[in-house]
């Protein structure tokens, strides 16, 4: 595997599931990232790690909780969601010391009944 | 409260040509600007970036211009290929935080 994994590609969950995106990179880097995007909106940045710490938290609701155990992976664990979270959630990686540059995975089509 | 906006949400460009991607940002203390070109059911993907303290950065047939007064920046491919039809999203950072616009659609015409 290469560059940014995630899975999985596609979720249905009902509002009392719960459930976790997964996302992995290959690329050596120390940040990573989780965004939301919803129909027509732009990008919207959820979370970042930085050396596995979380350093931003842009206001995002607690039934969405992640987790970072290592630099290459993490995790979005989801529970009693609703349907307005029905999104595209993309993960992305970076090297630390220069956030310009991102590395995106091909993201979670999330689907919340 | 956007504070980065792409106002075309679709362009399309004779292949040849050039095409002209624009993007205003409304916070002055961003640190970089970024274009990512997005294909369907892909992650975006990393195309050309600029400093705040430059006005222009070239890599190819691509050319990214600053305008720091006017809070705006521009993307320009040239030649334009068939290959370039994706939908591009402009951002801005300072920081770990990111900005990006909503994207615009560009269509090269064979």
Redesign the interface.
Same mark, same amino acid.
């Given at each position: 595997e290469t560059g $940014?994994t995630q899975t999985p590609r596609h979720l249905v969950m009902g509002m009392t599931n719960k459930k976790s995106l997964k996302c992995e990179q290959h690329l050596g880097h120390n940040?990573m990232?989780w965004y939301k995007q919803s129909a027509?909106?732009?990008?919207?940045?959820m979370f $970042?790690y !930085?050396f596995k710490e979380q350093?931003?938290n842009n206001s995002v609701p607690s039934r969405f909780s992640p987790e970072c155990p290592n630099s290459s992976h993490l995790f979005l664990h989801l529970h009693t969601l609703q349907p307005e979270d029905s999104a595209l959630y993309?993960c992305?990686s970076s090297q630390s010391d220069w956030?310009?540059?991102?590395? /995106? &995975?091909? *993201?979670t089509r999330l689907t919340v009944l | 409260d956007?504070q $980065?906006k792409q106002n075309s949400p679709s362009l399309s460009v004779q292949e040849g040509r050039i095409s002209i991607l624009n993007c205003d940002y409304t916070n002055s203390m961003f640190? #970089?600007f970024?274009w #990512?070109k997005k294909y369907p =059911?892909?992650?975006?993907?990393?195309l050309i970036?600029i400093s705040s303290i430059k006005d222009k950065n070239e890599d190819g047939r691509f050319t990214v211009f600053l305008n720091k007064s006017a809070k705006h920046l521009s993307l320009h491919i040239v030649p334009s290929q068939p290959g370039d039809s994706a939908v591009y /999203?402009c =951002?801005a950072?300072r &920081? !770990?935080?990111?900005? /990006? &616009?909503? *994207?615009t659609s560009l269509t090269v015409i064979p």
């Open positions: $940014v940040a990232y027509k909106k732009p990008l919207e940045l $970042v !930085n350093t931003e993309l992305a956030a310009g540059e991102q590395f /995106f &995975g091909p *993201g | 956007q $980065v640190d #970089y970024l #990512y =059911a892909e992650g975006p993907t990393f970036s /999203f =951002a950072s &920081g !770990n935080q990111f900005y /990006f &616009g909503t *994207g």
